[in-house]
């Protein structure tokens, strides 16, 4: 009973702070969401740190100069595939998911600048997770954001701002069972990273709807 006590007190507490599903409204209200069919959504990578790094500008220098010395062009390929990953697999995976949850509130998210109000993501760390061939994801991926909910027509207005750290993938890439490899596909980060912004567009779709009941 003490434990079930102690639980209680937790939840109304992570509720009553505004803090659901691993976000937390850090100032603002989203109330002027009610009744909007459509919220345009823009990201912002100019600050994000990458694992050890803090730039993401430092990651891919290493990252191409030690592929490129390696063999020529590995590098440039590889910098060029981090880079797309974000427009053609992050933000369309994130989209998905949010306007899934979403829609239980009658709003939808998609790059729209007709739209009254804008959801500005905004990622500030990334960590790709690590595989191993024997014991399958030795670290999880995992990335942090911020947002800012603006006036599409005046973007220096910001109404309300929300963190979300931690976010990890909706589920664990399974790379070997007993040491033989089953899924080759976990090797790729942006798989993984992936992910982790499917995650992130459940979260912010619930945390959305929940805020405007």
């Not at 459509?38 to 912002?44: A, E, M, S, V």
Request: some cysteine; glycine content about 10%.
């Amino acid at each position: 009973m003490k434990k079930i006590g102690i639980a209680m007190i937790t939840l109304a507490l992570i509720f009553g702070s505004g803090a659901i599903f691993g976000q937390k409204l850090k100032s603002g209200d989203l109330k002027v969401l009610k009744g909007q069919t459509t919220i345009n959504l823009q990201y912002d990578y100019s600050a994000m740190a990458v694992g050890k790094f803090d730039t993401e500008a430092e990651y891919l220098k290493k990252g191409t100069d030690e592929r490129n010395a390696k063999e020529a062009g590995t590098g440039d390929a590889w910098a060029a595939k981090w880079n797309t990953g974000k427009t053609e697999k992050y933000q369309p995976a994130f989209e998905e998911d949010f306007n899934k949850q979403a829609a239980d509130c009658g709003i939808s998210g998609k790059s729209d600048p007709s739209a009254k109000y804008t959801l500005i993501m905004h990622v500030t760390y990334v960590e790709q997770g690590v595989e191993t061939v024997v014991m399958g994801t030795a670290k999880s991926a995992s990335i942090d954001l911020s947002y800012d909910l603006v006036e599409t027509s005046a973007p220096g207005k910001v109404i309300a701002v929300i963190a979300a750290d931690g976010i990890k993938p909706k589920a664990e890439f399974k790379t070997s069972v007993g040491g033989v490899s089953v899924n080759k596909s976990a090797y790729d980060p942006t798989l993984r990273i992936g992910q982790c912004f499917e995650s992130a567009g459940k979260q912010i779709g619930k945390f959305i709807c929940k805020q405007l009941k």
